[in-house]
């Protein structure tokens, strides 16, 4: 089974491959520092930092197949109307832009620790204007522009995410998982497509496909019904993962390598990891916090407290502390929420919205009546 704790358990490791990832994927990034790499040499950290992006798929993976579970729980096998699904989609994009929107304010009223609107965006009034408007709903990385936090363009591929699962499992129920699968790398091969928001297609149909298709349950069902099923099940999930690791540097075309990846982790999580007692209870508590840690660790060590992050001389110090602060500000951040009632005022907006939206609606109906 992928439920709730799996998916928390498996947000906890992908956070903190995205730390390590960017603290040490370039060398560049810590040049003004002296930090001690023992016992590994720098060029192997630089290396393990660079497989860690595989974080990004991981996050991919989950978005997937959570946004799947939650439209099959909402419709079931019914097939919803058009207004229906677009109603589902917006309820997910309010939510996510209601987290986004926090750290995106408290960027803004962090300006005088660094990076600036005017450094982000440039100084010309219109474009500043355009350009926070685009990076305010997360679109900076879709049309170009600048963001103040360049970590941020995974925002686009969230909304993305979003907004095409539900259409992707109409596919599923036309033309069956594989078919949509095998259809979706032909249609980029051919397009030669290689941005971001593509490369990750394939672990968001893996993610919603292992939703729909049910494969986790089936898998365990098939295993149970053999004497040694589960301890075999455990090591070929680990042994795929190993030699996904192994192979993502140089053969990970359109991220199948970072899609299998993500799945055999999120099978071994489901089997195996998610009993480890200690390490179990604290990555997912991490994987609670792995959004806000995600939106705002970037300003931590690349513009606010460079110093006291890569200050730390050991390369294992350095990471613990970005870690130790991001999470200290996001439980922070949720306290003031909590203190504000953020939730709450923003729950109200989109209420008053949704009513806003079905009186127009009504009225565009009454008036196609008349016609």
Known sequence: MFGKRESEFCKGVGILMMIFHHLF?????????????APFSEERINFYA??????????????????????????????????EVTSFIGKRIWKLWTLYWFAFLLTLLCQPLGRTVTEAYGGEPKSIAVYFLLDALGLSYMFGTPTLNPTWWYMTLALLIIAGVPWILRM??????????FGAFGILFLCNASNANTFYLFPVLLGAGCQE?????????????????????????AGIFLIGISLRTNYNYFGIVDGILALSLAALTGDLLIRIPVGSGILRFLGKHS?????IHNQIYSYYFVGLIYGCGHWLLVFGMLVAVSLGCSIAMEMIKDLIHYRT?????ENNFCNIKKLWYNNYEREMKEL
């Open 50 to 83: 660079l497989l860690c992006k595989v974080c990004v798929a991981i996050f991919v993976f989950i978005s997937g197949y959570g946004m799947a579970a939650s439209y099959r729980k909402q419709f079931g096998r019914a097939e919803p109307t058009v207004g």
């Open 172 to 181: 599923f129920e036309k033309m069956r998982i594989i078919p949509v699968i």
């Open 345 to 349: 005022w923003m729950e109200r907006v």
């Open 291 to 295: 959004g806000n840690m995600f939106l």
């Open 213 to 237: 298709g049910q494969f986790f349950e089936k898998l365990d069902r098939m295993c149970q019904k053999r004497r040694y099923g589960k301890p075999v099940k455990c090591l070929a999930e």
């Open 25 to 37: 994927y370039k060398a560049e990034n810590y040049q003004d520092f002296v930090i001690r790499f």
